[in-house]
């Protein structure tokens, strides 16, 4: 077979070609050899090159440097997880990898504690972080007697402050509705400077029907904690600036 | 390189002990090739006392089918010394490529030579080794005619 017509960087590579086809490791001269490969230049070219590396393998190496090979001291350096582990690619993705982790335990978690509601429950811990008692109309009462005030001065059904927090002396309350239009009645009591919350508990899209979830839940935002409960197709939240165990003692056990 | 076993390992150990000092001092290159290409200096180096071939044409041959057979009938030793006669880079070139532990790219990287450079320097040893072959082993008579 003759040798096609290649351009001079084609010849260059052909000319560069190692003796086996499995030390090619270039795209470029793969693609040469295939296409010039069988031409009667080129086995001539790789038979000699062949046959003298073949005599360059048997050079007589002198033996005080065959030593050096025979023994361990210079020997390929041993594959080790130590080795492995600070290969900076194999850090940057070990890190990477920790963190995506990191991230989709936090998420998980952070669902875990989910409940219908939840999200709800969380922007009105905001609303209650950024609420100044002038904002509130002054009620100098017990929590539980604003149900009534809520049924006859704005038409909302089942707002009840739980008996558990029905005692607490009010500072001031009032009605608003949030970004999507449900109606949201806020509590500010004396205890602790305290902040009651009553809203619609969650439906389901399709049916309507109340999505229920049993005793309190406890969400965190920014520093705040509330504790939620729904009855009646209403949530009720106690909200707080602290942590949980600041709320604790005022959620009763055996609901919870 | 050298075609000399005593040079050849004299290279060796310095090579060898300058890359323990340097491990000592935690001064290796980050290089890949940095040993060889050591190596390869101090072989230029040390053939640099030698009697020197003079630039003059070697003759060149196109590579004949009967080749391989003949390569097999050399001493290895003829080969090393052959090629150590070269001048450099091509005893570089040849050296390294016929190694067979180095693609191209590699001896490319490790002789700073381009490819086209690379490319002349190896069909040329290869038109001159086939020549000096022609001269060592004439081809018999062929006694059939």
């Known amino acids: 077979m003759k040798t096609p017509r290649l351009s001079r960087r084609q010849r260059d590579l052909l000319n560069c070609a190692p003796t086996g086809e499995e030390r090619v490791r270039d795209r470029t001269m793969r693609a040469v050899i295939s296409r010039a490969g069988k031409s009667h230049e080129f086995v001539n070219q790789q038979n000699f090159d062949r046959a003298v590396a073949a005599l360059v393998r048997v050079i007589p190496m002198p033996p005080e440097t065959a030593e050096w090979f025979s023994t361990d001291l210079i020997s390929p350096s041993k594959w ?42 969380r922007k009105l811990l905001a609303i209650a972080g950024s609420t100044r008692s002038v904002l509130l109309d002054p009620v100098n009462a017990d929590a539980g007697t604003l149900s009534d005030l809520f049924f006859m001065k704005h038409g909302l059904e089942h707002y009840d402050v739980p008996p558990e927090f029905a005692d607490f002396r009010t500072i001031g309350c009032r009605v608003f509705d949030d970004d999507e239009s449900r109606r949201i009645a806020q509590i500010w009591v004396a205890e602790k400077r305290m902040q009651f919350f009553l809203f619609p508990a969650e439906r389901d899209v399709k049916t309507g029907a109340v999505l229920k979830f049993p005793g309190w839940r406890y969400v965190h935002q920014e520093n705040w904690i509330g504790a939620v409960t729904q009855h009646n197709g209403v949530c009720f939240m106690a909200a707080l600036r602290g942590r949980e165990k600041d709320l604790t003692p005022y959620i009763p056990k055996t609901k919870q | 390189m050298l075609g000399d076993a005593r040079k050849a390992q004299d290279v060796f150990h310095a090579t060898l002990r300058e890359a323990a000092a340097r491990a000592a001092q935690g001064e290796l290159p980050d290089e890949r090739f940095w040993l060889f290409r050591d190596a390869r200096w101090r072989c230029l180096e040390a053939s640099e006392t030698d009697l020197q071939a003079e ?44 190694l067979d532990e180095f693609d191209y790219r590699e001896i490319l990287n490790l002789t700073e030579l381009k490819l086209g450079e690379l490319s002349r320097l190896l069909e040329q040893g290869r038109r001159q080794f086939q020549a000096w072959l022609y001269a060592m082993l004439p081809q018999k008579p062929n006694l059939n005619v």
């Open chain 2, 55 to 98: 630039p003059v044409g070697l003759d060149e041959h196109d590579i004949g089918p009967e080749a391989p057979s003949k390569i097999e009938q050399l001493d290895p030793t003829q080969l090393a010394i052959w090629i150590s006669c070269a001048r450099d880079p091509q005893r570089t070139a040849l050296a390294l490529f016929y």
């Open chain 1, 80 to 121: 080790t997880w130590k080795k492995t582990v600070r290969n900076p690619a194999v850090l940057a993705i070990g890190i990477a990898l920790v963190v995506i982790a990191g991230v989709l335990v936090f998420q998980f978690v952070a669902r875990l504690n989910d409940f219908p509601g939840s999200a709800t429950a």
